[in-house]
Nanobody, 121 residues
Framework: QVHLVESGGGLVQPGGSLKLSCAASGRIFSIRVMDWYRQAPGKQRELVASISSDGSTNYADSVKGRFTISRDNAQNAFYLQMNSLKPEDTAAYLC???????????????WGQGTQVTVSS
């Protein structure tokens, strides 16, 4: 049974920083892609950043130069470092991964429970 657990959200002033963590647990063979999404009340979920198995990354235009996604393969974890935070970054942030479980030739999508980030003056 594979689970994603995320943490690191909180309240921060504009210009501040936060680091989000997402840890995958269970009988995992490989992780193909890891992503961070965010969703504010009344708005659609949007992709913030992604990192693939070969290390390539992609970012939403709104966070380029401010956010950095990274991974720790030994810990089956990935992170989102958020700098120069703005009020419009306020949202619930959700981690997502495409994972092959052990003894299973298929890959599956998994989601974390979400962690709240609030940027307010």
């Amino acid at each position: 049974q594979v689970h994603l657990v995320e943490s690191g959200g909180g309240l921060v002033q504009p210009g501040g920083s936060l680091k989000l963590s997402c840890a995958a647990s269970g009988r995992i063979f490989s992780i193909r892609v890891m992503d961070w999404y965010r969703q504010a009340p009344g708005k659609q979920r949007e992709l913030v950043a992604s990192i693939s198995s070969d290390g390539s990354t992609n970012y939403a235009d709104s966070v380029k130069g401010r956010f950095t996604i990274s991974r720790d393969n030994a810990q089956n974890a990935f992170y989102l470092q958020m700098n120069s935070l703005k009020p419009e970054d306020t949202a619930a942030y959700l981690c997502h991964a495409v994972i092959n479980p052990v003894a299973d030739r298929y890959s599956y999508h998994y989601w974390g429970q979400g962690t709240q980030v609030t940027v307010s003056s």
